[in-house]
């Protein structure tokens, strides 16, 4: 079964401090990718950052950057210097294309809701 | 257009009314994607269209559940006989090709009476 497991329902972090949300996949695929997508209430989903399961190293845009762990199956964010304006929905996905018909889909998490306290 | 683009942005049905739910994709972009947002989920696929060729369906949890893209472009997502467990955020996302970034639109809520 294709899944992704984020354990934290709920996180809270102080402003300019670091949170770390956690993520974990499971896929028998071998070309793949992993994205983090910020949801603010207005449901429109945000490219936060992504990581090609081929690169061995970690991603990293600006104050976000990923743990990525591919033997665990592990894809975690880290979000340094928090702002106000993160506090949203984040979601963790892989993206997988389906060699047998050409089609390709991304797979989402539950999500983990970020409150930023001032 | 600058960004993917839905309407409507709200719709309230009543139970057994059909609805059609637009999706303009960014131009050019070959691949387009509908996915259904309940509240408090994660999105979960519903379909995928290559071009005018709808590659993937596994999604769709009823025959009551359409889509189409007759020209590549402009998709539409239709829902027969609406029933209450079909309340959700439909979200259209649209990407150049497999390797490209997804883009996504605003969506469109639905809610059924």
């Known amino acids: 079964a294709q899944t992704v497991t984020q354990s934290q329902p709920e996180m809270s972090v102080q402003e300019a401090e670091t949170v770390t949300l956690s993520c974990t996949y499971d896929t028998s695929e071998s070309d793949y990718y992993l994205f983090w997508y910020k949801q603010p209430p207005s449901r429109q989903m945000i490219l936060v950052i992504r990581?090609?399961?081929?690169?061995?190293q970690n991603a990293t845009e600006n104050r976000f950057s990923v743990n990525f762990q591919k033997a665990a199956k592990s894809f975690s964010l880290k979000i340094s210097d928090s702002q106000l304006g993160d506090a949203a929905m984040y979601f963790c996905a892989y993206r997988i294309r389906i060699t047998q018909g050409g089609s390709e889909k991304l797979v989402f998490g539950k999500g983990t809701k970020l409150t930023v306290n001032p | 257009g600058a960004g993917v683009s839905q309407s409507p942005r709200y719709k309230v049905a009543k139970r057994g009314q059909d609805v059609a739910l637009r999706c303009d994709p960014i131009?050019?972009?070959?691949?387009l994607f509908w996915y259904q947002q309940a509240l408090g989920q994660g999105p979960e696929f519903l379909t995928y269209f290559q071009n005018e060729a709808q590659l993937d369906k596994s999604g769709l949890p009823s025959d009551r559940f359409f889509a189409e893209r007759p020209e590549g472009s402009v998709s539409t997502l239709k829902i027969q006989r609406t029933q209450q467990e079909d309340s959700a955020v439909y979200l259209c996302?649209?990407?150049?090709?497999?390797?490209?970034?997804?883009?996504f639109g605003e969506g469109s809520w639905l809610t059924v009476v």
């Open positions: 996302a649209s990407s150049l090709g497999p390797r490209a970034t997804i883009y």
């Open positions: 131009s050019g972009h070959v691949s």
């Open positions: 990581q090609e399961a081929y690169k061995q």
